[in-house]
């Protein structure tokens, strides 16, 4: 007996188990993303950077941004990039100190504080060359413009570019290891993450966000943001 709003009691064929509704579940519909935020909320793990409302209101009327948050924004993702959430706030919130009210920041002072030599030198060409590359971010028009910008700064690559425009204001999808271990258990055939984006994987992603967006009418970013952080808590689990 399958229940409503893509919860399955009986789907054996299901890849994936949502503690949000204690059930394995074969798509992500309205009812069951009100689901998962409201278990994110009550769990207090409603952020990436900004909280989920931030998040939705950014996506909704990108800011305006200046130089030094325009770096920010991107030290942070820098540092995001292959560590935990925990860790990169805590350094994100002391390397925000270091270079606050700061014309130029050497590499060599941000190693004091995260001891990865690429991406504090990364940071460090970030915020000195912030009023280039916030202008030259900005000069642009379109998204796709944007995105292409946003992977040439340093240390930001083909999908951390998106986590930036993101939080930049550009509604995207990540394609990271989570969202495509997601799309791949309810819309693919066994297919594995891989890096750089396989092309069948992306169509899995760019459907699950499609078919939710239509029934939230939410930005495709806050729905990546709020499902990647339920993989990541472990609201969702897959099946091998």
């Known amino acids: 007996m399958r229940k409503s709003y893509g919860i399955c009691s009986d789907g054996a064929e299901l890849m994936v188990f949502c503690t949000a509704v204690d ?19 009550e769990l207090q793990q409603n952020s990436d950077k900004d909280d989920f409302e931030t998040i939705k209101e950014k996506l909704k009327n990108p800011p305006i941004l200046s130089p030094e948050e325009f770096a920010l924004e991107a030290a942070y993702v820098v540092l995001a990039g292959g560590f935990s959430q925990k860790t990169a706030k805590k350094k994100f919130s002391e390397i925000s100190k270091l270079i606050e009210n ?98 069948n994987i992306k169509k899995y992603c760019d459907k699950m966000f499609e078919d939710l967006q239509k029934e939230t009418d939410f930005p495709v970013g806050y729905l990546d943001a709020v499902l990647w952080k339920a993989c990541q808590i472990g609201i969702f689990s897959f099946q091998e």
């Not at 579940?25 to 994110?40: H, N």
Request: hydrophobic share 40%; with cysteine.
């Open 102 to 199: 700061r014309k130029e920041v050497s590499s060599d002072e941000i190693f004091e504080i995260f001891h990865n030599p690429n991406k504090a030198g990364a940071i460090a060409k970030i915020w000195n060359g912030r009023e280039k590359f916030c202008r030259n971010f900005y000069s642009l028009q379109s998204a796709d413009e944007k995105l292409k910008f946003l992977e040439t700064l340093p240390h930001i690559g083909k999908i951390t570019k998106n986590h930036l425009a993101r939080n930049l204001g550009i509604s995207v999808v990540k394609y990271d290891i989570w969202i495509q271990r997601l799309a791949i258990a309810l819309l693919g055939n066994g297919e594995k993450a891989t890096f750089p984006l396989d092309e």
């Open 23 to 41: 059930s394995k579940i074969k798509k992500i519909d309205r009812f069951l993303f009100t689901k998962i935020e409201e278990k994110i909320n």
